[in-house]
């Protein structure tokens, strides 16, 4: 969810506004991170600026813009990326300024300029802020390829590092990494092999976004004779949004459909599928169950996982392979062959060559667990940095004189949404009690005068008690009758159902439940 607020005399910019996803099935889409302290702000947002395409890096865009009217400034591709939600969404889209490497844009009291960096997802940048401050460096998410697949702008940095900068904040994801992140051409040539050596149908899971990685799986399928279908909304997404900004190479000539793929021999099909941390919907899940209504695998076909696996997912992704292994389906991924994927963000190599080059006088480092940071802080201390501070949400610190002074903690958190809409607290913590308890319901007849007028019913989903239910719930309702008699108006009747509930059960095993009463009007 990053979201940072980069101000100077009073005015700021926004740097990034993402999203992350939730671990634990309760309803919710997507979490993004509350706003409050920016509306409490007294200074003035000029604008929202994005690096990349990537969700947990623009997710968010419109939820902010529901309550900051600014523009956006974004490289090409993560420009199409909102467009295309806003397609979705319906209504006008926002401003969204368009940027390049290389050429600044005034924004406030800011100049920036950004430059291209090696990232798993098209058009990624990082950005050269400068202003009456001084000069800082913000490097989004990145990596240094050893053998470049792509354009990383050197000169830019180099020339900002030559007239000093006064601050550096860098990517810590893979700083417990030892060596080098990996080349896209590493694992455009693994693919080739593993796809050419497979003898029946191929399906290769991957992550959407990564445009690069498809266009590398496409290019494999065509080298050994294979057509390519496109299964899932993230790969048909960014298959299209790959063509419309030249990120990816057009592949008519090998694209067929699910029909034409069921037709043609398992050797000449080839499928890039979403799914890769174990999504229920997404394609490879039901690939793994055979209910895919576009592609089925049997005995000696091949799955590739061309991704890593997020922590909090092992469980999920660990069950589709296994219900592929089961039915005879080869599995491969990173522990078979380590370049059949490799990451975008820099290893600890990449980190120390970044801060050796750039030479920053202060440092703090983003993008990590609190662990992450401090390990990306040490390594900025062997290389000389002397002025480093980690910081977490919430935390607003000042460069002042070159160094890193902490100013005050602004309260943080994240608003859950489903469907565009807020779920608030109270109902995450309803669910999360219904789905650990269960809940038992009371339905107690009254009449017009709001008198009780008969026995009371009860039911109950996913509680457990002890002994028979039955036996249970007809104790319930003898009880809940006893204690009623004689009650009278809505209001009073359902909260003495409810007390007399929550006492029925105190002190039974193994829990008590959620209790639910409410007076039907015979």
């Known amino acids: 969810m990053n979201c940072l607020l980069v101000a100077t005399e009073g005015r700021g910019v926004i740097i990034d506004c993402g999203v992350t996803f939730p671990d634990k099935d309760e309803g919710v889409d997507v979490y993004h991170p509350s706003f409050e302290a920016l509306r409490a702000w007294d200074g003035k947002i000029e604008a929202l600026v994005l690096t990349h395409g990537h969700e947990d890096h623009l997710g968010a865009v419109q939820y902010f813009l529901e309550s900051f009217d600014v523009p956006v400034y974004a490289p090409r591709y993560a420009r199409a990326q909102l467009l295309h939600r806003w397609e979705e969404l319906g209504g006008d889209p926002p401003e969204i300024r368009l940027f390049s490497a290389g050429r600044s844009f005034g924004v406030g009291p800011f100049e920036i300029e950004a430059y291209r960096v090696h990232h798993s997802a098209p058009d990624a940048h990082g950005l ?274 070159g160094l890193i002074h902490v100013v005050r903690e602004h309260p943080t958190g994240r608003v859950a949404r489903h469907r565009g809409l807020v779920v608030p607290p109270h109902l995450l913590r309803e669910r999360e009690r219904l789905g650990e308890l269960g809940i038992v319901i009371a339905a107690i007849p009254v009449d017009r005068r709001e008198r009780v007028t008969g026995p009371c019913t009860v039911g109950f989903r996913g509680a457990l008690f002890e002994g028979d239910p039955d036996d249970v719930l007809d104790e319930l309702e003898s009880f809940l009758d006893r204690t009623l008699r004689g009650a009278q108006g809505i209001e009073v009747i359902e909260d003495e159902a409810r007390r007399a509930m929550k006492r029925f059960f105190r002190g039974r095993r193994p829990t008590s439940p959620v209790v639910h009463a409410m007076a039907v009007e015979i």
């Open 128 to 401: 050269v802020i400068r202003g009456p401050f001084g000069r800082m460096i913000h490097t989004g998410d990145f990596k240094v390829e050893a053998r470049p697949s792509s354009d990383f702008d050197w000169a830019i940095v180099d020339r900002a590092a030559d007239e000093g900068v006064d601050l550096l904040l860098s990517d810590s994801t893979n700083v417990e990494v030892d060596g080098r992140s990996g080349s896209e051409l590493d694992a455009a040539e693994s693919l080739a092999e593993l796809v050419a050596a497979q003898k029946g149908r191929v399906v290769v899971a991957l992550f959407g976004s990564n445009v690069a990685r498809m266009g590398s799986t496409i290019e494999a399928a065509r080298r050994a004779g294979r057509k390519v279908l496109l299964l899932g909304r993230s790969v048909e997404t960014h298959a299209r949004l790959g063509l419309e900004c030249e990120e990816l190479d057009a592949f008519s000539d090998v694209r067929i459909s699910g029909e034409e793929a069921m037709r043609l021999p398992r050797h000449r099909v080839l499928a890039i599928a979403t799914g890769t941390q174990g999504e229920k919907l997404a394609a490879l899940p039901r690939i793994a169950l055979g209910t895919h209504p576009d592609i089925d695998l049997a005995a000696g076909d091949t799955v590739i996982f061309s991704s890593r696996i997020i922590p909090g997912a092992e469980r999920a992704v660990f069950e589709v392979m296994s219900r592929l292994q089961r039915r005879g389906i080869h599995v491969i991924d990173r522990k078979d062959d380590p370049f059949v994927h490799v990451s975008g963000h820099a290893s600890k190599d990449e980190l120390r060559l970044f801060l050796e080059r750039v030479r920053p006088r202060a440092f703090i480092p983003v993008h990590g667990t609190r662990r992450h940071m401090e390990k990306h802080a040490k390594l900025a201390r062997e290389v000389g940095v002397r002025e480093v501070k980690v910081i977490e949400n919430g935390t607003e610190v000042e460069l002042r004189d």
